[in-house]
């Protein structure tokens, strides 16, 4: 019985391998006729060692070769296991496939027929399907071949048609060295056509380079694949640089208001809200002492000196001067609001320090100065991009 799909690693590498050389040729295709041209349109005096042209050279090609090897070399070992452990289940699905019903011979209709042969196929050609174990059987009593599912139905021969007619056709079979030919006829319109079946395998061509390309585009260098490694990390750090260069140039309305932003100590928080609280009634401001966590927080209390006014327009009040007094720096009335007893009034401030957090409170503010206009389509035309690992755009 011939079922086995799992082979010797050997046989998996040897495949992988082969498609990184050949993936490798294609690209180096193309990286030279793009190195061939750099060369030509250089300006007078220029030399390919010049830093400019040699980075582009070098961009070229980590975006034609480079970085699809370094990707293959890194993927290699993952690639392989799980290719085998594919076949290896393909292999363990065929020896545990079992038929439900004992079959009965296609041609005599008897029984006891024996298995030659397991194999997983797509069932009526439908690929998308998923493969089914096809068992063979041999009949001992008529000595023909019955072919069952696993579930027991019948393997059918779908009878080829006239592709014009739909109808039924004769056939004729002829063998050669190279090939077995079949001139079908259409038993309606006469329509003829043939199907061949190629028997001498392709012969491979010789590759006197393969083993050289091997070794090179597989980088069993140590120096080439490290030298690649960091190549493809310093255009990510220029990448990285760039990207954040450009969003400090877009944000730069919002960068400013934060250097304009004030970022009181906390003990400057006690004069800033005293005065204002005091005018408005509000005795013995009095700061808690802080929360030193992630962020920082600090509780506050004071006593509402007027009489007359409520519980509700007390803390309306203390929250609309609170909001107002912190509003050009970087402390924030915390959302749980404030609370009010008997003319005591608490509640919590916290500052913001993290450039994010700076950032989402200078947008927010309705002081922000509107957006920049940068002239970027103007910059691009003289900009060589290539791609990083990410797919991500990195401009040189
Ligand atoms: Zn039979
Ligand atoms: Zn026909």
């Not at 079959?103 to 493969?131: N, V, W």
């Not at 061509?205 to 091997?214: A, E, G, V």
């Not at 450009?246 to 309305?253: C, G, P, Q, R, V």
Request: charged share 35%; glycine share 4%; with cysteine.
């Amino acid at each position: 019985m011939s079922y086995t799909h799992l082979k010797e690693r050997q046989f998996y590498e040897d495949i992988y391998d082969r498609h990184t050389v050949e993936d490798a040729r294609r690209g180096m295709v193309h990286y030279e006729k793009f190195y061939a041209e750099l060369v030509n349109e250089m300006p007078e005096g220029d030399t390919i060692d010049m830093p400019r042209n040699a980075v582009v050279a070098n961009a070229f090609y980590m975006q034609a070769v480079g970085l699809e090897l370094l990707h293959r070399y890194e993927n290699r070992e993952q690639y392989l296991t799980d290719w085998m452990a594919k076949d290896e289940a393909k292999d363990s699905r065929i020896a545990n496939a079992r038929l439900t019903e004992e079959p009965y011979c296609h041609h005599c209709s008897k029984t006891g027929l024996r298995i030659t042969d397991k194999s997983l196929m797509h069932r009526d050609g439908k690929h998308d399907d998923p493969e089914e174990v096809l068992f063979m059987l041999r009949c001992p009593h008529c000595d023909k071949n019955s072919a069952f599912w696993e579930n027991g139905t019948a393997w059918k021969v779908k009878p080829t048609v006239c592709p014009k007619c739909q109808s039924e056709v004769t056939h004729k079979t002829t063998r050669t060295k190279k090939a077995i030919t079949t001139a079908y006829t259409c038993i309606s319109c006469k329509h003829i056509f043939k199907d061949k079946f190629n028997l001498s395998e392709k012969e491979e061509k010789p590759d006197p380079d393969f083993d050289k390309d091997r070794a090179h585009y597989c980088l069993w260098d140590k120096e080439f694949r490290e030298h690649l490694f960091a190549t493809k990390k310093g255009f990510e750090d220029m990448a990285e640089f760039g990207r954040k260069r450009k969003e400090k140039e877009d944000n730069k309305h919002i960068y400013d208001a934060i250097k304009e932003m004030k970022k009181p100590k906390i003990a400057e928080l006690t004069p800033i809200l005293t005065s204002v609280l005091e005018k408005a009634g509000y005795i013995e401001f009095h700061l808690d002492k802080p929360e030193m966590g992630r962020d920082v927080y600090i509780g506050f209390s004071c006593l509402d000196s007027k009489s007359d006014r409520d519980d509700y327009e007390s803390r309306k009040t203390l929250k609309k001067l609170v909001d107002q007094a912190l509003e050009d720096t970087n402390w924030r009335l915390m959302s749980d609001g404030i609370y009010y007893r008997l003319g005591y009034l608490n509640g919590r401030l916290r500052a913001y320090e993290r450039e994010e957090d700076l950032k989402t409170l200078a947008i927010k503010s309705k002081k922000l100065k509107p957006k920049r206009q940068s002239n970027e389509t103007a910059d691009k035309k003289h900009q060589w991009t290539i791609k990083d690992s990410k797919g991500r755009d990195i401009i040189l």
